[in-house]
């Protein structure tokens, strides 16, 4: 059977990139907030999402984030192997702040951008970011034409979604010479599989910032051979 995503996402291309962020659990007592996801070529995400689906077909009667989360390595083993290159970007929410307050909104008033709008949330602070980390990489691999733009997709129902689509149109579509898609695409984590991957690399940032997890085997299996792209 065609996973959903493929049929609703890619209408059955053969060739393209695409990138799938979700955020950390928003927890009120956490400092810091991370939005993180992959991005990979078609052929890569096939591959995984099959992988990915069998590892998941063992759950029993446990939700699908339940049993990730409660075998972490296994399915970080899965995102490793398919080499998927991985993207984060935390912000702790007193920084957001300050950051917002003193250089934000003074630029959006003067040029009367909707910069705010997009900035009001530290979440969407990070999405916009990892979105800017992800154009970055893009450009610096000098990734084919054909294979772009980068279909660019977050889980839907954030409190943040709407500011975050309407300053997302209102940049890349007149930023020139970007890798990405025009809009972004709000898909839910319970249908696509590499939100579900997304969202456990999310949630095992947000351990390692938010609970100082001194040892994350998880995290480690992720990162190793260096191919995290993230913020400093």
């Given at each position: 059977?065609v996973?959903?995503w493929?049929r609703?996402?890619w209408?059955?291309a053969?060739?393209?990139?695409?990138a799938y962020?979700?955020?950390?659990?928003?927890?009120q007592s956490?400092?810091v907030?991370?939005?993180?996801g992959?991005?990979a070529s078609?052929?890569m995400?096939?591959g995984?999402e099959?992988?990915?689906?069998?590892?998941?077909?063992?759950r029993?009667?446990?939700t699908w984030?339940?049993y990730?989360?409660?075998?972490?390595?296994?399915?970080?083993?899965?995102?490793?192997?398919?080499t998927l290159?991985?993207?984060?970007?935390h912000?702790s929410?007193t920084?957001f702040?300050?950051m917002?307050?003193?250089?934000v909104?003074?630029?959006?008033?003067?040029?009367?951008?909707n910069?705010?709008n997009?900035?009001d949330?530290?979440?969407?602070?990070?999405?916009a970011?990892c979105?800017?980390?992800?154009d970055?990489?893009?450009r610096d691999?000098?990734?084919r034409?054909?294979?772009?733009?980068i279909?660019?997709i977050?889980?839907?129902?954030?409190?943040?979604?709407?500011?975050?689509e309407?300053?997302?149109k209102?940049?890349?579509?007149?930023?020139?010479g970007?890798?990405l898609i025009g809009e972004?695409?709000?898909?839910?984590?319970?249908?696509l599989?590499?939100?579900?991957a997304?969202?456990l690399?999310?949630w095992?940032?947000?351990k390692?910032?938010n609970?100082?997890?001194p040892?994350n085997?998880?995290?480690?299996?992720?990162?190793?051979?260096?191919h995290?792209?993230?913020?400093?």
């Amino acid at each position: 059977m065609v996973g959903r995503w493929k049929r609703g996402v890619w209408l059955m291309a053969t060739v393209g990139t695409t990138a799938y962020f979700d955020e950390s659990s928003v927890d009120q007592s956490h400092s810091v907030c991370v939005v993180a996801g992959f991005v990979a070529s078609t052929d890569m995400w096939i591959g995984f999402e099959k992988l990915w689906k069998r590892a998941l077909a063992k759950r029993g009667k446990l939700t699908w984030k339940k049993y990730v989360q409660a075998h972490p390595a296994r399915f970080a083993e899965i995102a490793h192997g398919h080499t998927l290159k991985a993207i984060q970007f935390h912000c702790s929410h007193t920084l957001f702040r300050v950051m917002h307050d003193k250089h934000v909104r003074p630029i959006a008033k003067e040029n009367r951008t909707n910069l705010v709008n997009l900035m009001d949330s530290p979440y969407a602070h990070c999405s916009a970011a990892c979105c800017d980390i992800l154009d970055n990489w893009a450009r610096d691999k000098k990734l084919r034409r054909s294979i772009v733009p980068i279909k660019v997709i977050f889980d839907k129902g954030a409190s943040h979604q709407v500011q975050l689509e309407r300053g997302y149109k209102a940049y890349y579509k007149q930023k020139k010479g970007t890798y990405l898609i025009g809009e972004p695409i709000f898909e839910s984590d319970d249908c696509l599989v590499p939100l579900q991957a997304s969202h456990l690399l999310a949630w095992l940032l947000s351990k390692h910032y938010n609970n100082r997890t001194p040892e994350n085997e998880a995290l480690e299996i992720i990162c190793k051979n260096n191919h995290m792209v993230m913020n400093k």
